[in-house]
């Protein structure tokens, strides 16, 4: 018999934990296929009830952005204080609009 | 020599590194990190995870002797919360770029540690109550701290961890009650169990701090935030009331209350035999490598079969799409 040596892929674990919740990174775990993944999935991330729901998405097919470029993505938002209703400085009549 | 190695933007950037972690702020996985971070960190978390999985067989020797129902299920739920736990820390020492077939080789191949607590052998019904209430007692009183680790996914692990952790102490504390509230025999079961279980639990927090080599990095790294000496006396004074409750003796004739230190002086450690079982002497290394050894290569057809399927189905799918797509 052959072996193969190969390692079950790695699969990224996301559940809901009650609903009207949204899905949350909970962890990854290995498997053959997406039903072994969602089995797996059962098994260590929710022995006591912590979801209502599993997603199990293959790592690789995830896109992630990359801390390099933390400064393009995100600063360009750090000087744009008047989307925050802050900084809109109103009557004290109306100001818990 | 490291220092020497390093190009001034490295320099610049393990300086901000520092400055970043001694802030409390975390660390994630594709954050630029110092190599020796890296590396400490995959030693550490490994470790852990080893330590979980071949924790499950001194405990999973009794699932099948456990003496009612209700026992075997309490046994049977924690054994597989601890191969929840080496999957947790598996998957977060992946986060840095070791592969699982990797760390499980350099365990197989006996290049890896885990807690040399395993090694002893679990004799008597009363070690599942010794374990749980001080193996496990003692573990949790090391993993506290680390759900504030400045590695994310550790800390995440940690916190889930420990979690599920109280339980496995508290059913342990249990096990034990109930034998101390037994017969004489059975009181005499869980004194024995607590004899042999007090010393190797107390060697479970490491050397003294003077002899521990790499406490003083992990403390700067946020990844170790007490000494192991203190972590070890806290552990102490935990457990010496919960002892007296019991109406047990630990088996230690030096062990008194300081009222100067606030704390309770024990007897010396015999560092020795911590040494010893390390390098692999303990009454079962050999034993519990052997069982993990067998258990991978036994399930290798398994891997290898489950791999063949998925393929197989994958091809099919494809098969079926292109077809249809033909039509
Ligand atoms: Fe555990
Ligand atoms: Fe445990």
Redo the contacts with the bound molecule.
Sequence with gaps: MSESKQEWPLWEVFIRSRQGLGHKHAGSLHAADAQMAMQNARDVYTRRQEGVSIWVVPAEAITASSPDDKDVLFDPANDKVYRHPTFYKLPDEVNNM | MKIARMSPVEMNLEARFDAYVAEEKKIEPKDWMPDAYRKTLIRQISQHAHS?IV?MLPEGNWISRAPSLKRKAILLAKVQ??AG?GLYLYSAAETLGVTRDQMLQDLHAGKAKYSSIFNYPTLTWADMGAVGWLVDGA?IMNQVPLCKCSYGPYARAMVR?CKE?SFHQRQGFQVMLNLAQGTPEQKAMAQDALNRWWWPSLMMFGPSDADSPHSAQSMKWNIKRFSNDELRQRFVDMTVPQAELLGLTLPDPDLKWNEARGHYDFGAINWDEFYNVIKGNGPCNKERLGARVKAYNDGAWVRDAANAYATKEATRQKNANASTHAA
């Design positions: 979980e924790g919360d601890e736990h573990a961890v952790e």
